[in-house]
Every structure is written in C-alpha cells, then in structure tokens.
C-alpha cells in the first residue's frame, strides 16, 4: 500500500527530527526524500538551527556547533574529541574554517 505524499513527508520529518546523537542510522533514500521536498527539508532545517542557536541571537557560534559537529564525527567513526591528536586536528580545522555562521538567511 502506498502512502499519501503527506504522510511520508511527516514520516520523513518525524524520522530526521529524531535521528543524528541516538545512533540511528538513515539510509540514502531517506535522505533523498527529505532533500527532494522543500517544505520538510526547510521545517527539518529551521528545527536543527533554532536547537543549536542556544543564546537565540540568530547566529552559531563555534560552541553551539561543538555538537552537531561531534555527531557528525561519531557519525564517521571518530573518536570522541580529545581522545585522539589526529581526530583533535580534525575537529580543529572544522572549527577554524567557519568562526562564526550568521542566520540561515544570509548563508
């Protein structure tokens, strides 16, 4: 049985919502289907950057990155931060290439 593109559009929010520091994994499909529709893809954004943005000031600073970037590089079989120099050089150049990300509108 087929569902309603509504229905998978909120199934598909529902699932990224809930994924990313809980060790889930998304497959390619999924995350087709989330880039491929705009409306959930930018509700999918706009959640993650207002989670992140904790002093709400409309931009990220490399402290409120500091734990999206740890999933990513859990999410890529790095060790934690500060366990190993070589990853430590890793997380380093993420954190000095963007020193501070305005609001998703100018980026």
């Known amino acids: 049985m087929e569902k309603s593109a509504e229905g998978s559009s909120r199934a598909s929010t529902e699932k990224m919502k809930t994924s990313g520091g809980n060790g889930q994994v998304l497959d390619g ?46 999410a890529l079989g790095l060790p934690a931060q500060g366990s ?16 501070k990300i305005s609001s998703l509108s100018s980026l």
């Open 29 to 74: 499909s999924d995350i087709m289907e989330l880039v491929g529709n705009e409306k959930v893809f930018g509700s999918y954004i706009d959640h993650k950057f207002q989670e992140l943005d904790r002093d709400r000031d409309g931009k990220l600073s490399l402290k409120e990155l500091e734990p999206a970037v740890a999933d990513i590089g859990s």
């Open 84 to 99: 190993s120099p070589d990853s430590d050089h890793l997380y380093t150049e993420v954190s000095t290439a963007c020193p």
